[in-house]
Each structure stands twice: as C-alpha cells, then as structure tokens.
C-alpha cells in the first residue's frame, strides 16, 4: 500500500481503489502514450479515419518507397495535392513499470518492437484479445534477460479501458473503447513456477467525470482492481465491493474499494487479515482512508482541509500541470484567447494568471499524518515546487536555460517530516552552509529545480501543452536535494538531471521530408 497522493491534489477524477491518494502496489502495468489513433485499432466498426500504426505494412517508409509510391499517400481536390493517408504514422509509446523493471517500447517502421530498457530483451504482442466492442484487442509478453517471462493484459478485468460508454445522454457511445493500460496477469520463471494475477470484471464498473465545461461529453473509465494473487505457498485475496461516488452532478460512478486483503495457506487458511475503513466528504466525491489495521494493529490517517474539497463545478479550476489552484476553468469559449505567446520553436513566453498554482488548493485532502498502532504520530509539511532552470527548444534540441531567479511550479514536495523528537526538513537548492543547514537565506538560495518545458494555453482550446518525453515524467526534476536534522547533520542526495545530459542534436538532414500548401491560409490562421 503505498501513498502517491503527496504531489498535489487532481480534483477532476478523485477515484482510487484504496482511497484518494493511496494505491495497492502488487504486480505492475504497461501504460500506453497514444499517438493519434490506437496501434491496434481498425477503421471498420470503430467510426475512424485511419487504421492504426500496427496495420502499416512493414518497410513501407523508406527513401525510396516514398519516392516511388508517392500517390498512395496523396490525394486531389480543387486547390491541389494533399497528403491522405490510411494509417496512422506515429507508433503510441508504451511504458512500462514492475517489480524493478521499466523502460519503455514502441513498434518500429520495421514491423519490430525497439526497446529501451535495461533488463526486459524482447516484447510479443498477443493478438485476438477482447474487451467490449472491439474484438480485435492484444496483450503483451515481456522477456527479461535471465528468461523469466511476464504476461500483460490477457485476463479479463487486467485492462484499463477508457470511452466506449452509452452515456445516459445520448443514445450510442461517444468513442470505442480503448486499453489505457495492461497490468501483469502472470509471472513464469525459468524453473517453471508461475504466479498468477486475477482481477475483477471491470467492463461494467465506470468513473465518470467531465474534463472540461467546453463540452458536454462525459469521460468514462473502468478501472482495474485486483481479486487474487496465486502462488506455491497459498493466495492472497483481495476483497472490494461496489460503491457509488458522485464525481458528476449528474450520474454516479460505482467502481469498486477494496475492504480488506487476507493471505491465506494452501489449505485455505487465514494466515494474515488487513482490513480499510473509509470516509466521505464533499458529498460523496471523495473516498478517503481512515484506518488500515494489519492482524489487530492500527494505523490513521489524516488529511489536510478536507472540508476545502472542491465539487465538479469548481474541480475544473487548475494550474498548467492539472493541480487544483482554485480559480475558475480557462476556457476560451468563457474566456476569450487565453494564449500564451510563441516563437517559432513553440517556447511560450507569457503564462497566464489562472492557470498559476496555488499552496493552498493544492494541498487540500493531502495527508499530513500518520498516527501508528505504538501511539507515535508522523506529520508531513509542504511546499510548492520550484525551479531555477527551464527547458528551451532549439533547432538543434532543447537546452536549459538559468532564468536568474526562483519560479513556481505545480504540485508539491516534502519541506519537512516529524516523527517524536526526530525532525527531518529538506531544501532543495544548488548550494548550502553545512554549518547552518536552516538558514533562512536559503529562501532566496537558487533552487536546484529544472523544468523540462514551461507548459501554456494554446490558441485552440483549453487544453494545457506541457512537452514531456513519456506520459508520466515529471514537471520539475531536482539536481540536489538536502535533508538536514536538528543538531545539523546532514544528508546530501545529488542526482544526474537534464542539466548532465541535454537531449542530442535534433539538427535536419536529407532524411528529413517538408510539406508545402498551395493555400496558404491553411497555415496563416495559427500563431
């Protein structure tokens, strides 16, 4: 059971199968960065305009295929030539995180998986897997380097799947459903032991939200919750039951909390029994952990301002990295042209007030304590992040600039833990006094922050642009982090961080194609 909420509050979906904030760590998924259409998605029955990237024929983009078969890719109308494809050309990305092992893999134009990893050799997809509406799904295999083999997605309920719901408003679904992640569904060791993971149906069991008031389309997500985990020694059984959670002001979602989670012997036995108790506020939006007890011992949870949560009118309100700031939605529908201004790498040079992050907002619901079954309590402080280096996109790559001063940033990170006696505060700037760790010049000391590309509000909507690699990486990374005590010993974390290695020369050569319009409006109207 492991607390991921500290970051900062994300208002528009609260749902967690273990209580706002917390998740149950057992196993792991591949997540999916979707590039345009699904790779594994098909035009016929799903209402789309391209087949996905995995129906491009292999070797079919090279120099001299273009070259040569330059009229399947185009096609003419009254101002000309225009590229028309059938497929999609942009493969998704999909990462991948479990028991030690991540990375990342995307199929090449080659018909191959290229993947990024350390430890994981080979990647097999698994086709002919269903979910509703699309026959046609697929799960993944993952080999390591000593031979184990882990299964992905292949189980009913082990996929996270998104859209493709009747919503009470309208008579069809929106989208097809679509697999936003695949989680282990089976380990097989080199000595032939298996460990198997269950999951409950989820086809049935939707979160819905709303994204944004620019729309009246509700978003609809069936999440993945976990049944049993099988082995040699016994099972371990996770017991959830269906509850409903008002995240609308219009229809319940009534996805599943789990309520306790027993190990149990090959026989059948109980060996262990931890039970979760829960609570609500804001009128049902928010499901919180109060207690776990492990076999009779307690541990309690608090949570900062709960009576501060927002309710979907104002969950929308965020900043430019998706925390709550309390300010009303930015919508250029209600606004006007909220854009940021850019030059011609897209580097936006203005940001917009709405969309700042607040402290305050941010750590609303946030825990602040644990009380343990001993008596002794931790409490947790916060800040916001911030940042003293930003990315700029150049021609040649991005590079990090020293914008000469402390900036803010979304979301949170730890200014200080206490635990009895013992108090730990942490500052994470680029120099410090050994002699006098908790210096209060150190608030203007430069932070050690580096943010990998300022976010802003583009010209065509709402939608917030923040151009991070993978989907998941974070806003801001630290190159130095110092974790200092009260008789002034300390603990100096340095980490590698963009500023050690920049991204390569992205300079263009003759492999490179450009693409012209005879209708130059086509491209005037943008900023």
């Given at each position: 059971?492991?607390?991921?909420?500290?970051?900062?509050?994300?208002?528009?979906?609260?749902?967690?199968?273990?209580?706002?904030?917390?998740?149950?760590?057992?196993?792991?998924?591949?997540?999916?960065?979707?590039?345009?259409?699904?790779?594994?998605?098909?035009?016929?029955?799903?209402?789309?305009?391209?087949?996905?990237?995995?129906?491009?024929?292999?070797?079919?983009?090279?120099?001299?295929?273009?070259?040569?078969?330059?009229?399947?890719?185009?096609?003419?109308?009254?101002?000309?030539?225009?590229?028309?494809?059938?497929?999609?050309?942009?493969?998704?990305?999909?990462?991948?995180?479990?028991?030690?092992?991540?990375?990342?893999?995307?199929?090449?134009?080659?018909?191959?998986?290229?993947?990024?990893?350390?430890?994981?050799?080979?990647?097999?997809?698994?086709?002919?897997?269903?979910?509703?509406?699309?026959?046609?799904?697929?799960?993944?295999?993952?080999?390591?380097?000593?031979?184990?083999?882990f299964t992905f997605g292949i189980n009913t309920g082990s996929m996270?799947?998104?859209?493709?719901?009747?919503?009470?408003?309208?008579?069809?679904?929106?989208?097809?459903?679509?697999?936003?992640?695949?989680?282990?569904?089976?380990?097989?060791?080199?000595?032939?032991?298996?460990?198997?993971?269950?999951?409950?149906?989820?086809?049935?069991?939707?979160?819905?939200?709303?994204?944004?008031?620019?729309?009246?389309?509700?978003?609809?997500?069936?999440?993945?919750?976990?049944?049993?985990?099988?082995?040699?020694?016994?099972?371990?059984?996770?017991?959830?039951?269906?509850?409903?959670?008002?995240?609308?002001?219009?229809?319940?979602?009534?996805?599943?909390?789990?309520?306790?989670?027993?190990l149990r012997d090959p026989d059948n036995k109980v060996i262990s029994?931890?039970?979760?108790?829960?609570?609500?506020?804001?009128?049902?939006?928010?499901?919180?952990?109060?207690?776990?007890?492990?076999?009779?011992?307690?541990?309690?949870?608090?949570?900062?301002?709960?009576?501060?949560?927002?309710?979907?009118?104002n969950a929308l309100g965020t900043d430019y990295w998706g925390f709550?700031?309390?300010?009303?939605?930015?919508?250029?529908?209600?606004?006007?042209?909220?854009?940021?201004?850019?030059?011609?790498?897209?580097?936006?040079?203005?940001?917009?007030?709405?969309?700042?992050?607040?402290?305050?907002?941010?750590?609303?619901?946030?825990?602040?304590?644990?009380?343990?079954?001993?008596?002794?309590?931790?409490?947790?402080?916060?800040?916001?992040?911030?940042?003293?280096?930003?990315?700029?996109?150049?021609?040649?790559?991005?590079?990090?600039?020293?914008?000469?001063?402390?900036?803010?940033?979304?979301?949170?990170?730890?200014?200080?833990?206490?635990?009895?006696?013992?108090?730990?505060?942490?500052?994470?700037?680029?120099?410090?006094?050994?002699?006098?760790?908790?210096?209060?010049?150190?608030?203007?000391?430069?932070?050690?922050?580096?943010?990998?590309?300022?976010?802003?509000?583009?010209?065509?909507?709402?939608?917030?642009?923040?151009?991070?690699?993978?989907?998941?990486?974070?806003?801001?990374?630290?190159?130095?982090?110092?974790?200092?005590?009260?008789?002034?010993?300390?603990?100096?974390?340095?980490?590698?961080?963009?500023?050690?290695?920049?991204?390569?020369?992205?300079?263009?050569?003759?492999?490179?194609?450009?693409?012209?319009?005879?209708?130059?409006?086509?491209?005037?109207?943008?900023?």
């Amino acid at each position: 059971l492991n607390y991921v909420g500290g970051g900062g509050l994300r208002a528009i979906n609260p749902y967690s199968s273990a209580g706002m904030g917390w998740r149950i760590s057992a196993g792991g998924a591949i997540t999916r960065t979707k590039n345009g259409v699904c790779d594994e998605f098909t035009r016929l029955g799903n209402g789309l305009t391209l087949d996905g990237f995995f129906s491009l024929a292999p070797n079919t983009v090279t120099n001299s295929y273009v070259r040569n078969s330059v009229n399947s890719y185009t096609a003419h109308n009254a101002l000309g030539q225009y590229f028309s494809p059938t497929t999609e050309y942009s493969p998704d990305i999909f990462s991948f995180s479990f028991l030690g092992y991540s990375g990342y893999f995307l199929m090449g134009y080659d018909g191959l998986f290229k993947i990024q990893s350390q430890d994981i050799v080979s990647v097999e997809k698994i086709n002919g897997i269903s979910w509703p509406g699309n026959g046609n799904g697929i799960g993944f295999k993952l080999t390591a380097n000593d031979g184990t083999m882990f299964t992905f997605g292949i189980n009913t309920g082990s996929m996270e799947l998104s859209g493709g719901i009747a919503q009470p408003y309208y008579p069809n679904p929106q989208t097809p459903y679509q697999c936003d992640a695949w989680y282990l569904t089976e380990i097989l060791s080199t000595n032939g032991r298996i460990i198997s993971f269950n999951y409950q149906s989820n086809a049935s069991t939707f979160v819905r939200y709303i994204g944004s008031t620019e729309t009246s389309d509700l978003s609809a997500n069936c999440p993945v919750v976990l049944d049993n985990i099988g082995f040699n020694g016994g099972t371990v059984v996770f017991n959830s039951a269906v509850v409903t959670q008002n995240i609308l002001n219009g229809p319940p979602s009534y996805p599943r909390l789990i309520n306790n989670i027993t190990l149990r012997d090959p026989d059948n036995k109980v060996i262990s029994n931890t039970a979760f108790t829960y609570s609500l506020s804001a009128s049902n939006r928010y499901y919180f952990l109060d207690t776990v007890t492990i076999d009779n011992k307690t541990y309690s949870f608090e949570y900062y301002n709960r009576s501060g949560l927002p309710n979907e009118s104002n969950a929308l309100g965020t900043d430019y990295w998706g925390f709550y700031n309390g300010s009303a939605e930015v919508t250029l529908l209600g606004t006007g042209n909220v854009s940021s201004f850019w030059d011609m790498y897209l580097n936006p040079t203005v940001t917009y007030p709405a969309r700042m992050p607040s402290l305050e907002c941010a750590k609303r619901g946030i825990l602040t304590s644990i009380t343990y079954p001993t008596g002794g309590m931790e409490t947790y402080e916060y800040e916001l992040n911030t940042y003293s280096h930003k990315g700029l996109q150049t021609l040649g790559g991005i590079y990090y600039s020293d914008i000469g001063s402390n900036q803010l940033a979304g979301g949170l990170r730890i200014s200080k833990i206490t635990l009895g006696n013992m108090v730990k505060k942490y500052r994470y700037v680029t120099y410090f006094d050994p002699n006098n760790p908790d210096a209060a010049s150190y608030a203007g000391a430069p932070s050690s922050g580096i943010l990998y590309r300022l976010p802003g509000v583009p010209y065509f909507g709402r939608s917030v642009l923040n151009a991070t690699c993978i989907d998941g990486e974070p806003a801001v990374v630290y190159s130095k982090v110092i974790e200092f005590l009260a008789d002034k010993s300390y603990t100096e974390y340095t980490m590698r961080s963009p500023l050690d290695k920049p991204d390569g020369d992205n300079t263009q050569n003759s492999n490179y194609y450009s693409v012209w319009s005879s209708n130059s409006s086509v491209f005037s109207n943008y900023p």
